[in-house]
């Protein structure tokens, strides 16, 4: 999860491990503020569970408004195999190695989340078009660690790369762990100690200044591959923890109990500023905000800082219609907080410089469930109905929700897709699967808070060569606020 420039980092390769020339990234979160406007965005795209026949593959797109193919997709590599389903991304070095003159940000980490493969993608030669370098086999990550469904991707200081696997090959959730990759994507074993594995996998965040990793829980393959059913969350198949692990040893020190108020924790940042205590994670199910800190004794605590209310709605398949906040990000200055609903529809931005008492800053509402011509609609407590205002990008009407979102480095601009993940896609955003998904830029006051549609961005990867794909994850080939870590 990150930010970034198509110009990557200058990095001198002929220093030593520790020294203080430039390695990767930047040497703090707000020296990456002033880093250079992003001019390309990777995005994984997804044909796996469309119903065409093809493979996933990495769109490069052109985010530069002086370039006169700005706001397309200008490169497309296919992945080998059809089925994998790419989904998150992450790089094999990072801010997190900016001392090391000899680490170099040059693959692109992009975990299979169905098929369970882990390519490797050179965007170093040409950052225009990137290419393979090599992928790790899932049958040999199975059998030397027993993972499968690998997740999110961080780069270590290290060296090494760090995966979130969601299960073993059958879709049990107990198998989930973490995967420890060499500098060339070689297995090395499972990260955290015998005996210490998550109830339930999906993203992860390290903080070496206080000795802790925190992950979150989605929940078991075999249900959320399906689709979702909440039958399933009743049957102890999703997640509500938080697990506090021991860095970089990979002891579990605290299982947390989000409970009711915690259901499906996906997304984790801590704040940016490495001497900081504190981060945030969102419940999608229960959607709300919900703030972990450390205690005096070293144990860490939560609160919930923001509750997005269910709505009343009608002409769907439950009374009640939760947000569904699936991914959230912090700006670089720590600063300010930008979530989705991706159900209701809306992105937001909080002000956050008091991490306490997040206060509202900006609304807007790009696709969801609830905009004007859906057959849903929300239900006041007089019986009353209403839908939201949903702007058209270039003539074309918004499609699904907002969902995963990128940021600028300076904080300006923040990019939305609107896929989730094929199995539910399809099920709460059938048009997807016959229009596809969609990228848009909203334009972000600093000052005073506020968002608005940037109407001259609109990539429509409906009209792809090869029929409609399903876009996801964004990363600058230079880093981002969700890809690098400081130390």
């Not at 992003?38 to 994984?44: A, D, G, P, S």
């Amino acid at each position: 999860m990150a930010t970034e420039a198509e110009v990557i980092a200058p990095v001198n390769n002929g220093g030593s491990r520790g020294c203080c020339k430039s390695g990767p990234g930047y040497a703090t979160p707000l020296a990456a503020m002033s880093g250079p406007s992003e001019k390309l965005i990777y995005v994984t795209a997804v044909y796996n569970g469309t119903g065409r026949e093809k493979p996933d593959y990495l769109a490069t797109v052109d985010v530069d408004p002086n370039s006169p193919t700005y706001s397309s997709v200008i490169h497309r590599l296919p992945m080998p195999f059809v089925g994998d389903e790419l989904h998150h991304s992450g790089w094999n070095s990072c801010s997190s190695c900016h001392g090391d003159a000899s680490a170099d940000r040059r693959y692109l980490v992009l975990p299979s989340l169905v098929s369970g493969r882990i390519y490797a993608i050179d965007t170093k030669a040409d950052p225009r078009a990137p290419s393979l370098y090599k992928y790790v086999d899932p049958k040999e990550i199975a059998e030397k660690t027993g993972l499968a469904y690998p997740h999110t991707a961080h780069c270590l200081a290290s060296g090494e790369i760090m995966v979130s696997c969601l299960g073993d090959k059958e879709g049990n959730a107990k198998g989930n762990g973490f995967l420890l990759l060499d500098s060339d994507f070689n297995i090395k074993n499972r990260w955290e100690k015998e005996g210490h594995s998550p109830l339930f996998g999906y993203d992860f965040w390290y903080q070496p200044r206080h000795k802790t990793m925190i992950s979150t829980s989605w929940g078991a393959p075999k249900a959320f591959t399906k689709g979702f059913d909440l039958q399933d969350v009743a049957d102890g198949l999703y997640g509500s923890h938080l697990h506090v692990y021991g860095w970089p040893g990979g002891e579990m020190k605290q299982l947390i109990d989000l409970g009711e108020t915690g259901l499906l924790p996906l997304e984790i940042r801590y704040l940016h500023d490495p001497s900081k205590d504190t981060g945030f994670v969102g419940g999608a199910l229960s959607s709300n905000m919900i703030r972990f800190f450390k205690n005096s004794d070293d144990t860490w605590s939560h609160e919930v800082v923001i509750y997005v209310k269910p709505l009343k709605v009608e002409n769907w398949f439950l009374p009640e219609m939760p947000g569904l906040i699936t991914d959230f990000l912090i700006s670089l200055d720590d600063r300010f907080m930008y979530f989705v609903n991706w159900l209701h529809g809306d992105v937001r931005q909080y002000n956050i410089e008091d991490p306490k008492n997040p206060v509202l800053t900006g609304q807007i509402w790009v696709g969801g469930l609830l905009q004007k011509g859906s057959p849903v609609k929300a239900v006041r407590e007089d019986g009353s109905t209403y839908q939201f205002d949903v702007p058209q990008i270039k003539g074309k009407s918004l499609r699904g929700g907002p969902q995963m979102i990128q940021l600028s480095l300076d904080g300006k601009r923040l990019y939305a897709t609107n896929s989730l993940f094929s199995a539910w896609d399809r099920q709460f955003y059938p048009e997807l699967m016959d229009k596809g998904s969609h990228i848009i830029q909203i334009d972000v006051d600093t000052e005073k808070g506020g968002l608005s549609v940037n109407p001259d961005f609109f990539v429509d990867f409906g009209d792809e060569p090869d029929g409609p794909a399903l876009a996801h994850e964004m990363r600058y080939p230079g880093g981002d606020c969700t890809s690098d870590i400081w130390i």
